[in-house]
């Protein structure tokens, strides 16, 4: 299984930023899938989470800008950022976690939102 984040960027705060992250090598419709974040000298800390179902869950620092949504037939999971603030720069993770929890990172994205 191989994770691969993409759409990092520089942006300026308020701005928007689209996140994707492929998934290969087996199939995800069963999976949950989360988006980490981890800014410089700080821990990983979670996102937001979609399950398998679509529910989804939402770091409090997000709820309302950030939307995760999944496309079962590309096996891709995105994370849409709006009204992006300074303190969202960090590095994203994607996370797929299998039904019976074998977890699986992608490499990160760097998020920039400058003042």
């Known amino acids: 299984v191989q994770l691969q984040a993409s759409g990092g960027g520089l942006v300026q705060a308020g701005g928007s930023l689209t996140l994707s992250c492929a998934a290969s090598?087996?199939?995800?419709?069963?999976?949950?899938w989360s988006w980490y974040r981890q800014a410089p000298g700080k821990q990983r800390d979670l996102v937001a989470v979609i399950d398998s179902d679509g529910t989804t869950n939402y770091a409090e620092s997000v709820e309302g800008r950030f939307t995760i949504s999944r496309d079962n037939a590309k096996n891709t999971v995105y994370l849409q950022m709006n009204s992006l603030k300074p303190e969202d720069t960090a590095v994203y993770y994607c996370?797929?976690?299998?039904?019976?929890?074998?977890?699986?990172w992608g490499q990160g994205t760097q998020v920039t939102v400058s003042s």
């Open positions: 996370q797929s976690r299998s039904p019976d929890w074998f977890i699986y």
């Open positions: 090598g087996s199939t995800f419709n069963s999976y949950t």
